[in-house]
Every structure is written in C-alpha cells, then in structure tokens.
C-alpha cells in the first residue's frame, strides 16, 4: 500500500507507524469512492450523502417511524445536527414528523410516498456505483478486504 498511497499524498518520508499508514490509506480510499458519489447524489437529485443516507435508512423501516435519535445513530457519517438534516428533507416533502404518542418529547420521523420514489429513482445507481468503483479488482481480492474489514472493525479501539 504505501506506494500508491504515497504517491497519492506526494509523501517522501516513511510512514511513522504501519497503523498512521493504514488510517491514511482508509481516509484516502474513502474519499475516492464517497467524493464522486456525493457530486453525484448533489447534480442529480439534490441530496447531500447524509440526507440520502437518512432517506435509505426510513426506508428501511418504512412503513414504521423512528425516533430522531434512532436515526441519528443508525447514520453512516454521524450528523451532528440531525433536526436540521430532518428540517431540509421535509421542506422538500420527502419526510414528515409526528410526536410520539407514547412519549409526547420524542419525535417519530417517516419517509412519504416523495421519498420513496425518490430513493427509488437512485437505486439503479447504487446497484451500479460499487461495480463501477471496485470493478477492477478481482472478487478474491474483494472477499479478502471484506473479511479485513469486518475484522479491523470487531476490534477497532477508541480515541482518545
């Protein structure tokens, strides 16, 4: 890895760690694949990745509501300001909001029939953008980065 990753970052010194290597390695990686996604999900329709991400998830529980908080944490990226994403995606009609009738302080969030057809007419190009982006590397190679990264992930650690 660390001749393409740096060469990518026009880094002439060694890395201080194979982990400092490993970290930047991710980052880079995941901003090639989520940067043009992104353009993409901007141009085409509107949304920014986290109010898609919210948009996937209501779906997924649709026809059932949840709570703010719940969607919060079922994010990819945690967005810090969940009430606000929620606010530009019903302004839009995509989503509404109901009090809880059993806890009249939470607010239940649900994807309308706007949203659904609208994470409907992006689905062709989330079936379409992995192979477009990792097309070219074999499925040994896939399934072995698959099983790496369930791995790192079981035993990630904290900071600080």
């Known amino acids: 890895m660390s001749g393409s990753l740096a060469s990518a970052l026009k880094q002439k010194r060694k890395f201080a760690t194979k982990e400092q290597e490993v970290v930047l390695g991710l980052r880079l990686l995941t901003s090639r694949i989520t940067e043009p996604w992104e353009r993409f999900l901007k141009s085409e329709f509107n949304l920014s990745l986290s109010q898609y991400n919210a948009l996937r998830i209501l779906r997924g529980s649709h026809p059932a509501r949840l709570p703010s908080s719940e969607l919060g944490t079922r994010m990819i990226s945690r967005d810090p300001d969940i009430t606000r994403l929620v606010d530009r995606l019903s302004e839009r009609g995509l989503v509404d909001r109901v009090r809880s009738e059993s ?3 939470l607010v239940e969030v649900g994807i309308t029939s706007a949203g659904l057809a609208l994470t409907q007419s992006v689905d062709p190009h989330v079936d379409h953008m992995p192979t477009a982006l990792l097309g070219n ?3 040994k190679d896939l399934k072995q980065l698959a099983e790496l990264i369930d791995h790192v992930i ?6 600080p």
């Open 103 to 105: 806890d009249r302080r």
């Open 154 to 159: 079981e035993r990630l650690g904290t900071f």
């Open 137 to 139: 590397v074999s499925q």
